[in-house]
Nanobody, 114 residues
Framework: VQLQASGGGSVQLGGSLRLSCTAS??????ISWAWHRQVPGDRRDPI?????????TYTDSVRGRFVISRNNVGNTLYLQMNNLEPVDTATYYC?????????WGQGTQVTVSS
């Protein structure tokens, strides 16, 4: 599975961005998707997960502001980010899990200024 993320950028406090992540390869083997984020010197933590059944899970810091979704074809993952705050500034990574492996996309930078 190969993942290609896009959609990062710079916004002001309260702005919105939508990240996309397009998968290629053995897409049918993906059982869940996730978005993670990382700031320099810190861990790469998951912030939103969507399972094969469409169930979603969010970390407390983004719940109510971010929405994870995927398209009907099942090859593109999205993260709609609303009401962005400076603390959301990070490199965002998409990920996909199969039974055997966990795949990462390249990071996309999100910068929120006050």
């Amino acid at each position: 599975v190969q993942l290609q993320a896009s959609g990062g950028g710079s916004v002001q406090l309260g702005g919105s961005l939508r990240l996309s992540c397009t998968a290629s390869g053995s897409i049918s083997r993906i059982i869940s998707w996730a978005w993670h984020r990382q700031v320099p010197g810190d861990r790469r933590d998951p912030i939103a997960i969507i399972g094969g059944d469409g169930d979603t899970t969010y970390t407390d810091s983004v719940r109510g502001r971010f929405v994870i979704s995927r398209n009907n074809v099942g090859n593109t993952l999205y993260l709609q980010m609303n009401n962005l705050e400076p603390v959301d500034t990070a490199t965002y990574y998409c990920a996909a899990a199969t039974q055997e492996n966990y795949f990462w996309g390249q990071g996309t930078q999100v910068t929120v200024s006050s």
